[in-house]
Structures are given as C-alpha cells and as structure tokens.
C-alpha cells in the first residue's frame, strides 16, 4: 500500500506540475509603441443671423431664434475633458440709442447630441 500511496502522489504532483508550467518559450517581450493624438477644434456658424423682427414697446419682450450648430471635435484620444462656454456681448444697431445690453441677452445651448465613441 505504500508503494501505491508514493505512485499517487507522485502522479498528484506531477499533474499540478504540467497544469502551472509555463508554455514552451514564454518570456517577456520589449515592447513599445508611439500614441499620437489628433486634435481638439471647434466650428461655429460665422455669418449673419436673422432673429426677425419685432415691434418697438415699453415693456419687455421676448425674440428668439437658432443661431446654427456649434460642433466639438475631440480626436486627441485617452481620457480627455472640454467644456465649451459662450460669450455675449451687446446688440448695437444704428441708432446706437436701441442698443440691447449684453444683460439683457441669453443663450440656450439646446440638444447636445454625441457621437461616436463617448467616455463617462
């Protein structure tokens, strides 16, 4: 019965053995790579917009209208970040007396829509 214990055990160990052997020529490989990043730009309708009209009144109101589509572009790859802002500055027709205050202005971005391949 010894004999057979010292077979098993042997044959036990020689199984664990085969199972953690690392495969036939493995070792570690230098390895190296160049990332290139793209770029960050964004693009912005540059020409004239019409808001339509309104009638002159003493008392405030409301014109709106779209001012066209504002697009990021971020190709710089790995884990970036952006925030785009917008600045406003004061509506000044001639007469220069019907000017409208950069205050008295607002924007509202819209629909942010993303495509391709977003990270959170």
Same mark, same amino acid.
């Given at each position: 019965?010894? @004999? ?5 055990? $042997? ?30 730009? @964004? ?11 309104? $009638? ?30 917008? @600045? ?33």
């Amino acid at each position: 019965m010894t @004999i057979r214990r010292l077979v098993l055990l $042997v044959g036990a160990v020689a199984a664990v053995g085969a199972v953690t052997a690392l495969p036939g020529g493995a070792a570690d490989t230098p390895t190296s790579f160049t990332l290139t990043g793209g770029l960050l730009s @964004i693009s912005a309708p540059t020409g004239n917009v019409s808001l339509g009209t309104q $009638v002159a009144s003493t008392s405030a109101t409301t014109i709106s209208g779209h001012l066209g589509i504002v697009t990021v572009t971020d190709q710089r790859g790995g884990a970036t970040t952006w925030v785009a802002s917008v @600045i406003v500055t004061a509506f000044t027709p001639t007469p220069a007396a019907t000017a409208i205050p950069a205050t008295q202005v607002s924007y509202a971005a819209g629909t942010v829509t993303q495509a391709g391949v977003t990270t959170a």
